[in-house]
């Protein structure tokens, strides 16, 4: 079982629909959790990270985790065609002073105009 | 503000050759990693380092090395280059006990050892 499992896509939405991305962990002792969105070519860049149960949102981005479930997802609202690129979950874990941060392979999203 | 700077940005090598690809951050991290990404296979870590005058390996480790030079300054090596290197690999810092844990990622070296 991969630590961090994600499905590689491509998810397909409409333009001005909602994107739902998701991801799980295997590591209990994950303390924090983020999304990273990566254009082709391009490197990580993160959009937003979580670390409480619930949902966070920041603009037209929802996170939510569910550590009981060992879930987490990315919910993008009106999606546009801007949005289309590969998202990485990653999953933290300090380890004496060092971030021990695993990554999914990514989900890749293609949002037609 | 430059954040993270890796060079070189491509590379080829042939079997069998070295090289060092170059990483520096300006943010003033405690926390430097290098990050190779194969497709399907994500972003795997290779080598970290929690601080300066430390490294201990990451994930997949073999065939490669590396320098913590200064705080700013973490360089890999690899001494004899296989095809299966073949990568773009990533350097990226973090502040770990501070702000959100976030990694910031340099732009990647792109590296095709033929």
């Known amino acids: 079982q991969k630590e961090v499992e994600q499905n590689s896509g491509p998810l397909s939405v409409p333009e001005g629909a909602i994107a739902s991305l998701n991801c799980t962990y295997s590591?209990?002792?994950?303390?924090?959790f983020f999304w990273y969105r990566q254009y082709s070519g391009k490197s990580p860049e993160l959009i937003m990270f979580?670390?409480?149960?619930g949902d966070k949102e920041d603009g037209r981005f929802t996170a939510q985790l569910n550590k009981a479930s060992q879930y987490v997802s990315l919910l993008i609202r009106d999606s546009q065609p801007s949005d289309s690129a590969t998202y990485l979950c990653?999953?933290?874990?300090?380890?004496?002073?060092?971030?021990?941060?695993?990554f999914g392979i990514g989900t890749k999203l293609q949002v037609i105009p | 503000n430059a954040g993270v700077t890796q060079t070189p940005k491509f590379q080829v090598l042939k079997t069998g050759q070295s090289m060092t690809l170059q990483c520096a951050q300006d943010?003033?991290?405690?926390?430097m990693y290098w990050y190779r990404q194969d497709p399907g296979m994500g972003l795997r870590l290779i080598y970290y380092?929690?601080?300066?005058?430390?490294?201990d390996k990451g994930e997949v480790p073999n065939g490669y090395n590396v320098s913590r030079l200064n705080k700013r300054e973490f360089s890999l090596r690899l001494e004899s280059a296989a095809p299966s290197q073949t990568s773009v690999y990533f350097c990226?810092?973090?502040?770990?006990?501070?702000?959100?844990?976030?990694?910031?990622f340099g732009e990647g070296s792109r590296l095709t050892v033929l």
């Open positions: 990653a999953v933290n874990r300090n380890s004496g002073g060092y971030q021990k941060v695993t």
């Open positions: 979580i670390y409480s149960n």
């Open positions: 943010m003033n991290h405690n926390s």
């Open positions: 380092s929690a601080s300066e005058g430390t490294t």
């Open positions: 990226a810092s973090s502040e770990v006990g501070r702000g959100t844990g976030e990694l910031f």
């Open positions: 590591d209990r002792g994950s303390q924090s």
